[in-house]
């Protein structure tokens, strides 16, 4: 059983920048392909990106490309998210994700969520 959890969120400027962290508790954090999702209000819960076990595969959602970027340190035990350039409907709680398998990462629901975390961007 992998637990999540978030830090690192808040309220931010239109423009400014945020890092979320999401610290895992499996000592085998290497194996699992992790990600982020977001949900704002009133809306279905989004794909943002992932992330494989090697760092070497990334996938972001079109609406982040070049804004977001996911990273991991697996001596950590840590994932991040460095979002720039934040606009106000990047506002929403923001979830860590970890599955097994990094294929389909974006499709299928991942087995391991964290309790999400709230990121405002004020206009």
């Known amino acids: 059983q992998v637990q999540l959890v978030e830090s690192g969120g808040g309220l931010v400027q239109a423009g400014g920048s945020l890092t979320l962290s999401c610290a895992a508790s499996?000592?085998?954090?290497?194996?699992?392909?992790m990600g982020w999702f977001r949900q704002a209000p009133g809306e279905e819960r989004e794909f943002v990106t992932a992330i494989d076990w090697s760092s070497d595969s990334t996938n972001y959602a079109n609406s982040v490309k070049g804004r977001f970027t996911v990273s991991r340190n697996n001596a950590k035990n840590t994932v991040y998210l460095q979002m720039n350039s934040l606009k106000p409907e990047d506002t929403a709680v923001y979830y860590c994700a970890a599955d097994s398998r990094y294929r389909d990462f974006d499709q299928d629901e991942p087995d391991y969520w964290g309790p999400g975390i709230q990121v405002t961007v004020s206009s």
């Open positions: 499996e000592r085998t954090f290497r194996h699992y392909a």
